[in-house]
């Protein structure tokens, strides 16, 4: 899915890019692929109008920017565009100057309310900061009983008694806060629809006794279309400070960041990337532009692998993979790594048009269990000279392991799969690694995205077709001949 | 030169484009009975109506071809008979093999295994349809089958009181499939009708999450083989164009038989589940409108399809 609109983007690029000199159909197609782009990731309607009208606006403004190739100006606008609906970074949580920081959690049922609140525990705790969590959701059965193991589980404290409404508890709660030296109280309530009048007075009366000092949205980034409604009412009795989108590490494209953005127009300031407590991210709004516009999240990518890699240890390795001296002591230690950074088809599923090619290869990572058991039955000529392990030595190293010699050769074959993947899972890694931080780009760069990007394609397709890259060389070329002549 | 025609071009798709919502009004209201004319603005106000229910933009252009086509060739009359044709593009595809409620075990217990993303709805559908059936003099046996979430048998423990039924639970962080296993078991046991398992949320492109289902699934075969009887996928109505991945990617694992689309009682019209069925075929079975355990009922395709196009309480096609 997050593979098809990076590629769909990218045929809408290579389109204009390489499909001679403008016509007005390729550039109307252009922009209907955009439409339908932005509509399938499940940006608002409206919002895609809206979008594609201030779009269009700039392009037939007077900044046109001569020399430049059309196709690629649609892209940079869009882009631009994106960029700047998206805005600034913004993920402080302002506190209080005086007495506890309030912060008020709100949201549609399920989207994520009481398990964000508990992972914001736990980056507060983090900050230095003493949180406490209120456990209002009086709705939900064990909905208190949730928040409390939570609460245990980062070690933060959970107030709750019975026998009041919320807005008594929640204005109970600030005032035991305050006895107990707390200064940032998380407000967990309970689902509620936007339609729903009774609740929405409810946590409007929540509001106006706790006075929170931020207000928080909690969205699920599958939402569709119905995400400017909900969140409109939301914003309208309450007035948020900013929202939160859960569940980021599904492959959706999360339009609804895209649709929210421009119809609140708050700051998105977190995100949630698993179940996990500590699965939340300051939301990083150039990163996202990037990633629903097909460049990949290549930066988490490298970030998660940095995490896992020792340096200097991958240093050696990729100089074995250089020199195909990789033999399976490194397998192992790289097995050990791999389940160190999680599973590897999420990990490689962040980076466009990569994860779909994965798919096919099988890794299951409790096999790799089985294959450190069988290696660590094996000598250390064995594991150096993989390919000289005749059946004899097959059935040692099975009855060594407790494993069958099938079991063994399986493993042999895998390691030679493994062999190639890694090959060429380094290489991402390097050109990951020369991805230029969005402020050194060149305004040429920025036009064209994909220019500077590895084609997560290529990497996995034996040979760069040459002959394609010539042809689209010599379009160029006369490309620019026309160019030319029309200014003339 | 070449500037002029993009200025030209742009200058037409901005024209086409900044037309507003308001203006349109209720196109499709007003064309009942007025007699009027198809037009653009008739064809704008469906595929608008289309996208924000969530029916997806390949369905919904054609949709909309289809319409303007067969107005074109002078298949339509204006008015009534639009609005069927309408209606019964959308219909077709959801009536069609409509199942009976539940597909019953020939003999033994019924198993149901109830799946989805996190959040959906799974854990209050499950004590749903516990009081549907046992409403419907069902013996009704549900289990706790997501061991992960914090709270999650907690919570499937209070509706299983509420509801009235006997719930099979294990310790959180226990073996999902040893739970369903002993859940099966004990309905074989207890001559129970009906056995609903509840499963932890998860996120369909987490293949070792999908794979733990895939044991659940095959450990309940060892005391029941023909279970499950029914694979019941909850999908959240707010969800967008990622439901088709969810149900495409857990029917590829579990062998969906069908959905319960919750969460109806909001402004989400769950339109996706119509490109769902279209593409792969799974029906909605029930629908969830509200958090209370008799906030469930069967589908209905007029309806549904009446919400979508904002036609409620107008002529029924
Ligand atoms: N994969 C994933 N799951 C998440 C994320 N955030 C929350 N969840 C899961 O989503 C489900 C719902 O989360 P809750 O925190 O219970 O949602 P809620 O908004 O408090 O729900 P109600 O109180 O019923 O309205 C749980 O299964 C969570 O584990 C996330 O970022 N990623
Ligand atoms: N308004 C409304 N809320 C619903 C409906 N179905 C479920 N909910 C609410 O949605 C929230 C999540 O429901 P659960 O049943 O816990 O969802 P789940 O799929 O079991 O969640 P996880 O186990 O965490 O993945 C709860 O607050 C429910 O009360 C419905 O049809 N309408
Ligand atoms: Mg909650
Ligand atoms: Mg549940």
């Given amino acids: 899915m997050f593979e098809s609109i990076s590629e769909r983007f990218s045929s809408i690029f290579d389109k204009l890019r390489y499909g001679g000199a403008l016509t007005e159909d390729n550039i109307r197609e252009g922009l209907r692929e955009v439409r339908r782009a932005l509509l399938e990731a499940d940006v608002n309607v409206d919002v895609v109008k809206e979008f594609l009208d201030k779009c269009t606006a700039k392009a037939v403004g007077e900044d046109i920017v001569k020399g430049v190739e059309p196709g690629q100006q649609v892209v940079q606008i869009v882009h631009d565009q994106l960029i700047e609906l998206m805005g600034e970074s913004d993920t402080e949580i302002p506190f209080a100057k005086n007495g506890p920081t309030v912060i008020l959690m709100a949201g549609l049922q399920g989207s994520g309310k009481t398990t964000t609140t508990a992972k914001l525990a736990m980056m507060l705790l983090g900050m230095g900061k003493r949180p406490m969590m209120v456990a209002a959701d009086l709705q939900r059965p064990a909905a208190i009983e949730q928040l409390k193991i939570l609460g245990e589980h980062v070690g933060v404290p959970v107030f709750h008694e019975s026998g009041m409404t919320p807005p008594e508890l929640c204005a109970k709660a600030l005032k035991h806060a305050e006895g107990d030296n707390r200064d940032v109280i998380l407000l967990d309530t309970a689902g509620r629809l936007h339609v729903d009048d009774q609740l929405m007075d409810e946590i409007a009366d929540v509001s106006k006794r706790t006075k929170p000092t931020q207000t928080y949205l909690v969205v699920d980034s599958m939402t569709g279309q119905d995400a400017v409604n909900s969140a409109k009412a939301f914003n309208e009795r309450l007035e948020i400070d900013g929202v939160i989108f859960t569940k980021l590490d599904g492959d959706t494209r999360g339009g609804a960041i895209v649709s929210l953005r421009h119809i609140v127009g708050k700051p998105i300031k977190f995100i949630g990337v698993g179940e996990k407590i500590e699965a939340v991210q300051p939301f990083q709004p150039d990163r996202y532009a990037r990633r629903i516009l097909g460049m990949g999240d290549i930066l988490s990518f490298v970030e998660k692998a940095q995490g896992a890699i020792d340096e200097k240890e991958a240093a050696k390795l990729e100089e074995k993979f250089l020199k195909n001296k990789f033999d399976l002591e490194d397998f192992s230690k790289q097995l050990q790594t791999i389940m160190k950074m999680g599973s590897l088809k999420d990990l490689l599923g962040l980076i466009p048009g990569v994860g779909a090619k994965f798919k096919q290869l099988d890794i299951d990572e409790s096999v790799f269990k089985k294959y450190q058991a069988i290696i660590s039955s094996m000598t250390g000529y064995e594991r150096a000279r993989p390919d000289l392990i005749d059946m004899s030595r097959r059935r040692r190293i099975a009855n060594g392991s407790g494993n069958s010699t099938h079991e063994v050769q399986t493993l042999l074959k895998q390691f030679q799969t493994m062999k190639k993947m890694m090959g060429k899972f380094g290489d991402i890694q390097e050109m990951a690694g020369k991805l230029p931080e969005q402020d050194e780009l060149t305004p040429e760069q920025l036009a064209n995205p994909q220019a500077f990007m590895p084609n997560p394609n290529r990497l996995f397709s034996a040979r760069v077709d040459k002959k394609a890259e010539r042809k689209a060389k010599q379009d160029k070329k006369k490309k620019r001949k026309m160019a030319k002549k029309n200014k003339r | ?317």
């Fill in chain 2, 1 to 317: 030169m070449v500037f002029g025609a993009l200025g030209r071009l742009f200058g037409k798709i901005k024209t086409g484009l900044s037309k507003t919502r308001s203006a349109l009004g209720d196109a499709l209201r007003g064309l009942i009975g007025q007699g009027r004319h198809i037009d653009q603005d008739f064809l704008d106000e469906l595929e608008y109506r289309l996208l924000a229910a969530d029916i997806g933009v390949a369905k919904t252009e054609a949709i909309v071809a289809e319409v303007q086509q067969r107005y074109k060739a002078g298949e339509l009359a204006p008015g009534e008979e639009l609005l069927d044709l309408i209606k019964r593009s959308l219909r077709n595809e959801l009536e069609e093999s409509l199942p009976e409620e539940l597909n019953w075990a020939e003999s033994g217990p019924t198993v149901v295994l109830v799946v989805g993303v996190n959040g959906a709805g799974k854990t209050t559908s499950v004590a749903k349809l516990a009081k549907r059936f046992k409403d419907l003099d069902k013996k009704v046996l549900i289990a706790a089958g997501d061991t992960y979430r914090a709270a999650a048998v907690e919570q499937l423990e209070i509706w299983a009181d509420r509801v009235g039924v006997d719930l099979i639970k294990q310790k959180t962080g226990s073996d999902a499939a040893a739970v369903a296993f002993d859940a099966v078991a004990a309905a074989d046991a207890r001559g129970a009708d009906l056995v609903l398992i509840d499963t932890a949320g998860r996120l369909h492109n987490k293949e070792h999450l999908m794979r733990e289902l895939e044991k659940v699934r095959r450990v309940i075969q060892k005391r029941v083989p023909a279970a499950p009887h029914e694979t019941l996928l909850v999908l959240d109505a707010t969800a967008g164009q990622n439901a088709i991945q969810q149900a495409k990617l857990f029917d590829a694992s579990m062998g969906i038989t069908g959905l319960i689309l919750t969460k109806l009682d909001g402004t989400a019209k769950g339109g996706v589940a119509i490109t769902i069925k279209r593409e792969l075929g799974l029906p909605v079975r029930f629908i969830g409108v509200g958090e209370g355990m008799d906030d469930l009922q069967p589908f209905e395709p007029d309806a549904f399809i009446n919400a979508i196009l904002g036609t409620e309480g107008g002529a029924s096609a």
